[in-house]
């Protein structure tokens, strides 16, 4: 089967190839794979891969047709259309996956193969039914950053109607997918970009108030809240964004953070912390019962993700590319 797998060192390994198709073990189920969608996790992957290992096919985001079930699955049939979760092996709600189906705790697309493929074998637990409103590319884009975004704002943010989320870097697919959470949750966004474009169609989305990610926009979330700050803020870039995110932030504020792009080195005045009552959360992915929540919040208000190109299986090198120059504005897809 044709696929784009990794081989090598950074994203000159990366390739669109032959690849075996795997055999459908017990619990599993394979997949015929209708589109996929791309994370700057799949450009970590490819730095971080050991050179030497054996080709990895990259890709933790999928929706498509069951093909074939493995023996003991009896709870679906070929032809059901389904979306992939790729937090791999942690069930119910907790602080920390708890290994609930014996696999270990991963990500889908590195170590094991990922979405960027004719077809992907992957356990039953995996698989939930797609979201009838929802086309392939949109059911493909938004399940890795939705899953991270709805426990962000909802189970570790504590999100309410009315509140603030400030969103630095509006341009990713998380920090995109995350606005429109938080705007069907009633509350007030404030997010930032690079480009003006992209502040454009932020507040095209919804966002209530959109500036430079350059200067003092902490202090403009202050402004905009008559002076208390941001109740949440998502954090995803890390080193250029960390001071205006933490002066954003209101006292007794939560900033999420599962995301680096730009650094992962920052100061922390931790007499500010305190005396301010504020959190800093670390938090990644979620588990199967907030993959499923987060389904039904996003059926429950219709949310389609902001797709912002698409590109052919065959061109996914060139997808990460462009992603790899955060050219994009929501979520980047590959047609299969
Ligand atoms: N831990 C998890 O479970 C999890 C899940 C999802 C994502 N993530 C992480 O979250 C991050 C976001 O991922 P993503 O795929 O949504 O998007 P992404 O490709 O990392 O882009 C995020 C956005 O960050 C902004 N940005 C990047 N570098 C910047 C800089 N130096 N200064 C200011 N802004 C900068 C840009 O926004 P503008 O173009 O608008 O300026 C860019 O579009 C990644 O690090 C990813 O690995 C982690």
């Known amino acids: 089967m044709k696929a784009i797998a990794h081989q090598g060192e950074g994203l000159d390994g990366a390739s669109y190839r032959d690849m075996d198709r795997p055999e459908t073990g017990p619990g599993q189920v394979c997949v015929q794979l209708k589109a996929a969608a791309l994370n700057h996790r799949d450009i970590w992957t490819c730095n971080r891969a050991d050179p030497n290992g054996a080709p990895v096919i990259l890709g933790s985001d999928g929706a498509g047709i069951v093909a074939e079930l493995g023996a003991g699955v009896d709870d679906l049939k070929a032809?059901?259309?389904?979306?992939?979760?790729?937090?791999?092996?942690?069930?119910?709600?907790?602080?920390?996956?708890?290994?609930?189906?014996?696999?270990?705790?991963?990500?889908?697309?590195?170590?094991?193969?990922?979405?960027?493929?004719e077809y992907i074998v992957i356990g039953r637990q995996q698989l939930e039914p797609k979201p009838a409103f929802l086309d392939w590319r949109e059911a493909a884009a938004f399940c890795l950053v939705g899953l991270t975004t709805y426990r962000a704002l909802f189970t570790e943010g504590r999100l309410k109607a009315g509140q603030t989320v400030a969103i630095p870097g509006i341009g990713g697919g998380a920090a995109t997918q995350a606005l429109l959470f938080a705007k069907a949750a009633g509350a007030k966004v404030v997010v930032t970009s690079r480009a003006d474009e992209k502040l454009n169609k932020a507040r095209e989305l919804g966002a209530d108030l959109a500036i430079s990610s350059d200067g003092d926009w902490g202090q403009a979330v202050r402004d905009f809240t008559g002076g208390r700050g941001a109740d949440i803020v998502i954090e995803t870039i890390?080193?250029?964004?960390?001071?205006?995110?933490?002066?954003?932030?209101?006292?007794?504020?939560?900033?999420?953070?599962?995301?680096?792009?730009?650094?992962?080195?920052?100061?922390?005045?931790?007499?500010?912390?305190?005396?301010h009552w504020q959190s800093i959360i670390g938090t990644t992915m979620g588990s199967r019962e907030e993959f499923r929540d987060m389904l039904a919040f996003t059926?429950?208000?219709?949310?389609?993700?902001?797709?912002?190109?698409?590109?052919?299986?065959?061109?996914?090198?060139?997808?990460?590319r462009y992603l790899d120059n955060a050219g994009q504005m929501g979520n980047v897809v590959l047609d299969i």
């Open 79 to 117: 032809g059901d259309e389904v979306v992939i979760n790729s937090s791999q092996d942690w069930a119910s709600q907790s602080e920390v996956p708890l290994g609930e189906y014996g696999v270990g705790y991963k990500i889908l697309g590195f170590p094991d193969h990922g979405t960027f493929a």
């Open 238 to 275: 890390g080193g250029a964004t960390w001071k205006n995110s933490m002066a954003a932030l209101a006292n007794g504020g939560r900033l999420a953070v599962f995301g680096a792009t730009s650094d992962g080195m920052v100061e922390i005045d931790l007499a500010s912390l305190f005396l």
């Open 299 to 320: 059926e429950a208000h219709q949310i389609h993700p902001v797709i912002d190109r698409t590109f052919p299986l065959a061109e996914g090198v060139e997808a990460m």
